[in-house]
């Protein structure tokens, strides 16, 4: 009923396991443990996860972040689809906070330059900020809540232990190979190509609103 904040309610089930004298009934081969998943690895490391995206929010990281990629590859519509591409931000988050991140600058751009949605570059744009998200998130063992998922039943039912190297092992290859593919699947069918930027300089001028990296 929204009575209580969302992360209030959560924490119902310790209350109401007391309430109903279910407290301890877990037994497991280490002891009674009724409340082991709240502090489990999987959730500390999802907890972390969290908080790395709020600092990152925080301070602007991501916006600065993709600006300055923007910046850096030129006014090529292709490249610039490439370069916003959130494949690496979302190899230290998650693939929903990466793109509720990076859309709105992609959205905002598209605005600055005059564009509309039934430009190439728009729906480019816009579609490989969300595809990219799923791709990069592949690459790393906190890029995605199911690859922290996986791990944690992998060690669960098999007894190995995937450290954050052995991820990036198998699912870098994957994200290297696949995010050039999809950008260039998107340029060539909606013509991104082919959409006329104009000037660009305010990207350049966004990013110098964003004054010097602080310490934060």
Known sequence: ?????????????????????????????????????????????????????????????????????????????????FGLATAVISMFMSNTTAVAMLLPIAIALISQLGLTKKDGFSVGLILIVAYAASIGGMATLIGSGTNLSAGGLIKELTGISMSFTDWLIIGLPFTIVLLPLATLLICKMFKVGQTDLGDTKVIREELKALGKMSKG
């Not at 310790?14 to 877990?26: K, P, Q």
């Not at 081969?29 to 489990?40: I, L, Q």
């Open 1 to 81: 009923t929204s009575a209580l904040p969302i992360w209030v309610t959560a924490l119902l089930p310790i209350a109401g396991s007391i309430v109903l004298n279910l407290a301890g009934m877990e037994v497991t081969e280490e002891g009674v443990n009724a409340y082991g998943s709240y502090a489990a690895p999987v959730t500390m490391m999802c907890l972390g996860v969290f908080v790395l995206g709020a600092v990152i929010e925080k301070w602007n990281l991501h916006r600065r972040i993709a600006l300055s990629i923007i910046n850096m590859v030129g006014g090529r519509p292709s490249m610039i689809v």
